[in-house]
Structure formats: C-alpha cells, structure tokens
C-alpha cells in the first residue's frame, strides 16, 4: 500500500474555538493544515492540524504529499510530540465530509480529535489539535494498547 497526502490547506488562521482548546486567546494566529489522506488511489482520512503559528510557522512551505506531520514538526521546529488526549467518536459522515472523503452521505467512520503536548510545555505552546479527522470506517482498524495501571 503507498500512503500520500492531498494539501488542502497550510496557511497561517484565526480560529477561537480551536485557540481556546490551545489555551490560547482567542485571536491567536494558528497555523492550520489541512490535507486528505489516502491509501492507494483512495482517500481513507482528511486531517486538520491547528499548531501556534510562533512555534510552527517552520511548516508554512512543507511538501506534504509524502511526509508526516510530526516528523516535519520534529525537524523543522524542533518540537517532539509525546503524547496527550485522542478522542475516537464513530459518525456517519455529512455532505461535506462525504465530498472531501470521495464516499457516500451516511458512511460509517470515525471522527478522532487529538491535543497533542510536547516536553510538558503548558498554555498551548507545543499542542497540535485535530478536530476534524473523519476516517472511513472501512479503511480502519484499530488496535488499542492495554495498561496494568
């Protein structure tokens, strides 16, 4: 299988809904990436990326048709993700989604939001936030890690 990455978006916005779940202000510049990703010749997700513009501004010109996110945020900004909520909801999609994700209106798939932190940086410094990932169910698996804690 060949993974590729679709750019729709990678410019520098203001959203106060997403700066607030970055414990931002709300008129922060954010830089936002946004991308359709697909496995083959079909499209199986569309990732939306929220980062702070001071700290991510370094991924403005990345090609992202064929790297990841996180890798581009480690060697461009220096900035390692290690962990933080992801949040896996299943819906079907709506119009738009079903538009972008090249499927049927009511596909089963799984919208994942994720608030990523990076060396325990606070007040949304090192966050990244995905609040619009639609997965196609059928193009998913998951395997959950267990924990003793």
């Known amino acids: 299988m060949k993974q590729r990455s679709e750019l729709i978006r990678c410019e520098i916005r203001v959203d106060a809904r997403i700066a607030h779940r970055l414990d931002l202000p709300g ?7 946004e991308r359709r ?10 990732d939306s990326a929220w980062l702070p513009t001071d700290r991510a501004a370094g991924l ?3 090609d992202f048709s064929n ?5 581009e945020l480690t060697l461009r900004c220096g ?9 896996l909801t299943a819906i079907a999609v709506n119009a738009e989604q079903a538009r972008v994700l090249e499927c ?13 932190r990076a060396n325990g940086a606070s007040g949304g410094m090192a ?9 196609r169910g059928n193009h998913t698996i998951l395997t959950p890690l267990m924990s003793s804690r």
Do not use: K
Request: aromatic share 10%; with cysteine.
């Open 27 to 33: 008129d922060a510049p954010l830089v936002n990436i």
């Open 37 to 46: 990703r697909f496995a083959n010749h079909d499209v199986f997700a569309v």
């Open 60 to 62: 403005l010109d990345v």
């Open 67 to 71: 790297t990841a996110l996180y890798q």
């Open 79 to 87: 900035i390692r993700l290690h962990g933080g909520p992801e949040t």
């Open 104 to 116: 049927p209106v009511g596909t089963a798939a799984f919208f994942i939001e994720r608030c990523g």
């Open 127 to 135: 966050r990244d936030c995905r609040p619009w990932r639609p997965s």
